[in-house]
């Protein structure tokens, strides 16, 4: 199933959003609607919260009098506290189980308010932030909520900020517009992007990609895209993961380069990048068949010396190649210290970038990307190895060591 963490600060839209998907097809796992079930009357949520705060947040009928909790938590961030350890957990097993009942081809929105603020963005494969100014917010709180201002600012200040929403988010849906617009948005989400990514998530399929390479300039967001990735990528196998690394182009702050994240996984062995396989592939990186051999460098010519397990991403919304490799073989050093030599050596990256150009012109119009991989192979073999071999003695680089991690992990 593909999982969907929404997410937006109060008065944002998102519950416009919320129903719109579960019009489309979507399962929806609303928090809200299970934060007020979970401390029904007689319920063992609401006896826990009555003892934290006492009877006097009970209306005349024993339920719970939401603005006056409102009026204590809102104000005290303490008292805040105190009451997300109450209801949080009961919420989270009740959204467990709608989950659990999905089917593979499923799409499950879980609709979360303080998804940033309780740190739950690597348990999805998407995070969906719908976001509006906070003017505007507060206008639509002060003129349909009748709230005060002062009651809004407070409400909207107990929440994570705009710009720690945005950090989270793989999708942002602008509601800074008319009503429709938002839902023209959602539509357009749900066709392009999230029915393709269930299906290919379900059928085990990376995501179809642009038929030749097309470079370009380099994106500020793709080192955060990466590290949004690495996280999820190591909440699926945390024993067994030692590190994600983002590689390639796009690693390379102000390269130009193919809109690809290419993501190295540290593992110990190739058993165990083998047994983790469908794990990945559950979290969106399906294995790719017959991509298990690298191009062995001079320095180490013997190809089983250049084995990796290739995953690439289901999502058509953010092409990903995922490199399993084992931590210390020649293929894992190569693929970091061809990074850090283009970081630290702006000759290097000039360099690269001029035969990236060339290579991406005279394979316009191809019909797949194979041809311009293997054109690419002489010259990182025979141009680019002995000036970042010479870069490294040089300098005395030295890839990172994972075995205390290992041993770390290992005892857990």
Known sequence: MLKIGLTGGIASGKSLVASRLQELGAILVDADVIAREVVEPGTPGLEQVV???GPGILDASGRLDRP????????DPS???VLNSIIHPLVREVAASIVASAGPGDIVVQDIPLLVETRQGSNFHLVVVVDAPDEVRVQRMVGFRRMSKEDALARMASQATRAERMAAADVVLDNSGTRQELLDAVDDLWARRLMPFAENLRRGTRARRAVCPVIGASKGEWAAQAERLAERILAVAHRDILAVDHIGSSSVPGLVAKDVIDLQVAVADLETADRISPLLAASGFPAVPQSDQDTPMPSHPKPAEWQQRFHANADPGRPVNLHVRVAGSPE?????LFRDWLRAEPSAAELYQAHEHELAASHTGDQGAAAYADAKEPWLTEVAWPLMDEWANRTGWMPPSYISSAEGKRGQ
């Open 79 to 81: 008292q805040r506290e």
């Open 68 to 75: 006056k909790l409102g009026s204590i938590v809102f104000q």
């Open 51 to 53: 003892g934290a705060f």
């Open 332 to 336: 894992w050093r190569y693929a970091l």
